[in-house]
């Protein structure tokens, strides 16, 4: 009989446990250590696995519509259609995400009815997921007049997220995949697809159910609102519900004092009266630092106000009254921008510098700040930087040390950096590969003994983060060389159609660690070889078919 995918295996536990006990368990070989590392994280993705599953499961039973349907939609997407495309794409899908499609395989619209709409509504049929522009797989949405949604991953920097047609923006979510499960956005807080008769009759469901939905709170039967020892479970585990108590029960201290152990932010939300109790605020602050910002003004002094904000950065000018505002506090806030102008002065600048926070741009903006003293500490933290000012300010780089941190700082016109260096430091082969790096096209102004040293250019062609130099007439003969043009290829997978057709072989892009497809369906995926990607793009590119390109790239 085959086990179930998240069974919690005895033996797992056992051969952990036993490692933990044993007084000389950390000198034991290095097998054993790895082989009980190996075990441990089994054991912590089977349970990971367990949790999504419990979810589901527990959500199901109090759903107006439940997922696990008869229909094959909902029956899961099997584990080796999910590893082909995966490895078609080159790419493997969040863990949470593949472990969800494998119970449900998302849910047609069950009517225009958004109440009965469920987070597993926004997910398409894996076969349905799309293939788009910039590294993104389209895998479901919410498509209403009022706030059209996508919801993608994006498969180059790994993230997911949620584009929002109305205002043209895009949410990453945080978290992933397991972020979403557990989100309460704006997609969904008007919308509650839970039978509340049904789940009010357990409140522990209630309780477990409502960290993920807020939703619920509002439906809450009075019985439960005036019960402080339910409604104390119940904002332990969503802070959400401290709005939908009685004010009888939001204005004892002694309940709220409790309350805030538990959660710190509940003192956001306590009434003024609360607000003033000097003990109170104290335990808020001690918990969470950014509870200052709401205290009550009545209780920011000067002392306090030092105090806290030696303890946390985060807090600014707006977080106290004018009068508490000197050039002594703001020493300890985060951001220059925060600092009042007229405390504004060099030797804060300087200050903020030497401690690693950003200040360049209100010194840009201000020529006040621009003294000698300003420019000298930038020079020697981040002399990058200097070339965001005025010509006059700029000094001569005549060290070697300071070129080499220019260069492999960030946010830096190489070009123009390498042009201003002494002419001993242009010749400097450690400088030459730093700016190179950084910037390719300085290729052009090197010796032509450089240029000619193979090795010496491939060295920086490996190492350069401007690849789209290949297609340089300049660049000859280096642009026709199948080395080169590997490396530009797998950095750059769209460069593959700007070369030469006849470089462009079977055998080069099989070489390549990265392929290409036309962004279709999913499960067109399963039945396509790498080459037939390619050619299938190249059909329609000659038909003037160019968009939705999306490259893969593997492990």
């Not at 340089?472 to 769209?494: H, K, M, R, V």
């Amino acid at each position: 009989m085959k086990e179930p995918f998240d069974a919690i295996l005895p033996e797992l536990w056992e051969e952990i446990y036993h490692f933990l006990d044993d007084d000389n368990g950390l000198e034991c070989d290095c097998s054993k250590f790895e082989r009980v590392c190996l075990s441990f994280r089994e054991l912590c993705i089977r349970m990971e696995k367990r949790k999504i599953r419990e979810q589901l499961e527990l959500e199901s039973k109090y759903l107006k519509h439940p997922l696990f349907l008869s229909s094959s939609s909902s029956q899961g997407v099997r584990e080796e259609d999910i590893q082909l495309v995966e490895e078609r794409m080159g790419q493997k899908f969040p863990f949470h995400l593949r472990e969800f499609i494998k119970i449900i395989d998302g849910r047609p619209a069950h009517s225009q009815d958004l109440t009965n709409l469920h987070y597993t509504n926004s997910l398409r049929p894996f076969k349905s997921w799309s293939l788009g522009l910039f590294g993104k797989v389209i895998i479901g949405g919410v498509f209403d007049d009022y706030e059209p949604t996508q919801i993608y991953i994006n498969l180059e920097q790994g993230w997911m997220a949620m584009d929002i047609s109305t205002y043209g923006t895009t949410d990453t979510i945080d978290g992933g995949w397991k972020g979403y499960l557990k989100m309460t956005s704006n997609m969904y807080e008007s919308y509650n697809p839970f039978d509340m008769e049904k789940l009010s009759e357990n409140f522990s469901d209630l309780v477990k159910i409502s960290r993920y939905h807020s939703d619920i709170l509002s439906c809450l039967p009075d019985k439960f609102k005036n019960d402080l020892e339910l409604m104390k479970k119940l904002v332990v585990a969503n802070p959400e519900a401290f709005g939908y108590m009685p004010e009888i029960i939001r204005d004892d201290i002694n309940f709220i004092r409790e309350l805030i152990m538990r959660r710190p932010r509940i003192y956001r939300s306590v009434s003024d009266r609360l607000k003033k109790d000097k003990e109170l605020f104290d335990l808020a602050c001690s918990l969470d630092i950014t509870n200052f910002y709401h205290a009550h003004h009545s209780l920011k002094d000067k002392e306090l106000a030092l105090k806290y904000c030696k303890l946390s950065r985060y807090l600014s000018a707006n977080d106290f009254p004018d009068e508490l505002v000197d050039s002594e506090l703001v020493h300890y806030f985060k951001h220059f921008w925060n600092v009042p102008e007229e405390l504004r002065t060099p030797e804060l600048a300087i200050h903020f510098l030497e401690n690693n926070y950003d200040v360049k741009q209100e010194i840009k903006g201000d020529s006040n700040l621009q003294t000698p003293q300003v420019l000298e500490a930038i020079f020697r933290l981040c002399p990058a930087f200097l070339f965001n000012l005025k010509k006059e300010h700029l000094f001569t780089f005549d060290s070697k040390e300071v070129a080499l941190k220019l260069f492999n700082g960030h946010q830096i016109d190489a070009l123009k950096a390498f042009n201003v260096l002494p002419e001993h430091l242009k010749k400097d082969i450690d400088v030459i590969k730093a700016a190179i790096k950084k910037r390719f096209n300085i290729f052009k102004i090197l010796s032509e003994e450089l240029k000619q040293d193979r090795d010496f250019i491939l060295y920086c062609w490996k190492e350069s983060e401007s690849t789209n130099f290949i297609l340089d007439s300049d660049f000859s003969p280096y642009n026709q060389d199948l080395e080169f043009l590997e490396i530009a290829c797998n950095n750059t997978p769209g460069l593959v159609f700007s070369l030469d057709r006849e470089l462009v072989t079977e055998d080069f892009l099989n070489s390549l660690q990265r392929y290409f497809y036309k962004g279709s369906l999913v499960g067109d995926l399963l039945n396509m070889t790498r080459f037939e990607h390619y050619q299938n793009y190249k059909e329609k590119e000659r038909d003037g078919f160019n968009e939705n390109i999306y490259y893969g790239e593997t492990d």
